[in-house]
């Protein structure tokens, strides 16, 4: 599978106080990512946005103002990285409506590593503030750098935070304010998959690609689907089965592994076996074919992108690319495959419907585009 910086392309710009936007960009949902000083917002930023290895954010500098970054990508997205030492709220310097008033996510990150009492003062003021700014904003809180933690630990640091923030906020009268907790890290997939959950809130279609699955998986005796966002990693939507994170982390694991196969052997690829380490299995193997086959990686255009890994206890990894953003990965038994020539027509019907989902919403962005550029050319004219 191909990808090029064009394809998946991040803008980044910094602003300061003067948020001055494009009127239409403006609207994209926007992910607001605080926390207090080194809590690990830039780290996560980076780790899933521009696939910095964790241990690189190691040489991270501190952000000392506010990073705005436009996600370009199957939902336009904006990531706002905020220093941690800052007063969002000062309105001398920033103006908290602009901030706060965009249909969007707050993402919350406190260090489970260190004394949290700061950091649940600070997530207190936040969420009382930025609620009484915009009553749809959502409210994600990342009990972050985890990896360090006993998993008696975790658990019980989650239900200590969990606590005391929501007797807070009842305190205060604010019992219903949408707000979740997962447990991150960069060093793992944990950070990915409470992205995926956070982007998924922002989906509108995601009941629709949820459904589309659901048939997909029943109709193809497939055990669990993905439809991955390829560039970052995320996962969009999943059938409606329980996820289980080792199934997640090799769906999601194989991306990198068809993306590296791809920039080492690129549409040149005709047929490989290679001997996958990945999972301490030496029979594992990983066939990448070119179009000729009956299934393979065709690695010219993310479209086409199609690729297979037997795992050698009996299952059966499967991706295909849908649009150039996203793929979907399966895991099915092999018995099951054998009957691929069914599963190919399938996954062209759920190909096709996710078009359409794509196309129904791109329709619905161009005409609220053209009400826009209408509006403000009547405002010009006026002025
Ligand atoms: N162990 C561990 N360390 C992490 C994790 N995430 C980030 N870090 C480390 O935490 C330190 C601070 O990370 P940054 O991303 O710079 O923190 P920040 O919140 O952006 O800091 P400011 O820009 O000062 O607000 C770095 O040394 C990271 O390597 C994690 O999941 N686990």
Known sequence: ??????????????????????????????????GLRRSGKSSIQKVVFHKMAANETLFLESTNKIIKENITSFIDFQVWDF???IDYFDTATYDSDVIFGEYGALIFVIDAQDDY??????????????????????????????????????????????????????????????????????????????FSKVIQKLIPQLPTLENLLNILCANSGIEK??????????????????????TYEICSDMIDVIIDIS?????????????????????????????????????????DAASLIKLNNGMVLCLRGVNRFLALVCLLRSDNFEKHGLIDYNFQCFKQAIAEVFELKRRSAERLRHEGMRLSGDVNEGG
């Open 225 to 246: 689907a993905f439809l991955f966002d390829v560039n970052s990693k995320i996962y969009i939507a999943t059938d409606s089965s329980p996820v289980d994170m080792q």
């Open 83 to 85: 220093p941690g030492q």
């Open 117 to 194: 009492i700061e950091a649940l003062n600070r997530l207190h003021q936040t969420v009382l503030r930025a609620h009484e700014k915009n009553k749809n904003l959502t409210f994600e809180v990342f009990i972050h750098k985890v990896d360090a933690l006993s998993d008696e630990f975790k658990i019980d640091t989650q239900r200590d935070i969990q606590q005391r923030t929501t007797d807070e906020l009842a305190d205060v009268g604010l019992e219903n304010v949408p707000l979740s907790f997962y447990l991150t890290s960069i060093y793992d997939h944990s950070i990915f998959e409470a």
């Open 1 to 34: 599978m191909s990808h090029s910086e064009d394809e998946y392309s991040l803008h980044t710009s910094h602003i300061g106080n003067d948020v001055s936007e494009d009127p239409v960009q403006d609207h994209r949902p926007r992910l607001l990512i605080m």
């Open 263 to 303: 920039e080492i052997y690129g549409r040149t690829t005709s047929f490989h076996q290679i001997n996958d380490e990945l999972y301490g299995d030496d029979q594992t193997q990983v066939e990448t074919n070119g179009k000729a086959g009956n299934y393979g990686t065709t690695t010219d255009t993310a479209n």
